[in-house]
């Protein structure tokens, strides 16, 4: 089967460290990707671990362990308008399959 | 360069009509991913489009349908509407040349009465 699993809420502090986890069950694994969608919004690309380890990108960072079958999303010094949905996706054959999402709710 | 656009914004039918969506690519781009997302709920891949060709659907029924044009803009028809069918589509273009980086368009709305 084809399923990517991830907790349905987090909620932190503003200024705090969040970690989002994924884990996946997947055949053909190619690896791991991560979009953030707010509201009434589009999802965006943040990250792609291809490789196993750590992925950084400014106030985001991204982590696949291949034998665990699992990736998180980390992320530092939370704002306010990290408040969104996050959901991580696999690339399989030629689609992609995405998680049921993570909301994160940033409390001042 | 331009980003993804879709049309209407929103759109409302009542059940057993037909909805068409489009979409266009980034420029240049010629694959063109079609996702459903229901309210409070995940992304489901509908079609892949590239080339002018459909490559592969999700487990949708086939009321659910599409094509794309020789520009590479495409429409998604959902036909003989039913009340699930109210949801967000949001149609994505890989970035470059790799395709786990998707662009996404702001979407339709459709809602069906």
């Known amino acids: 089967g084809q399923s990517l699993e991830q907790p349905s809420e987090v909620t932190a502090v503003e200024g705090a460290i969040v970690q989002i986890n994924c884990t996946y069950q997947t055949s053909g694994f190619y690896g791991l990707s991560w979009y953030q969608q707010h509201d009434g919004g589009a999802p965006t690309f943040l990250s792609y671990?291809?490789?196993?380890g750590l992925e950084e990108t400014g106030r985001f960072s991204s982590f696949l362990s291949r034998s665990d079958s699992y990736g998180y999303l980390l992320l530092q010094e939370l704002q306010m308008k990290d408040s969104a949905s996050y959901f991580c996706a696999a690339p399989l054959g030629q689609n992609f399959v995405f998680g049921p999402g993570t909301r994160l709710s940033v409390l001042p | 360069e331009a980003g993804v656009t879709q049309s209407p914004t929103h759109l409302i039918k009542p059940r057993g009509q037909q909805a068409t969506l489009r979409c266009s690519p980034i420029?240049?781009?010629?694959?063109v991913y079609w996702y459903q997302q229901a309210l409070g709920l995940g992304l489901q891949f509908l079609l892949w489009y590239d080339e002018g060709e459909e490559r592969n659907r999700g487990n949708f029924p086939p009321r659910f349908s599409g094509r794309q044009f020789p520009n590479y803009s495409s429409e998604l028809n959902v036909n003989a509407l039913e009340l699930e069918d109210s949801a967000l589509y949001l149609c994505?273009?890989?970035?470059?040349?790799?395709?786990?980086?998707?662009?996404f368009g702001p979407g339709t709305r459709l809602t069906v009465t």
């Open positions: 671990n291809a490789l196993d």
């Open positions: 994505a273009s890989p970035g470059g040349s790799v395709f786990y980086e998707q662009y």
């Open positions: 420029s240049g781009h010629t694959s």
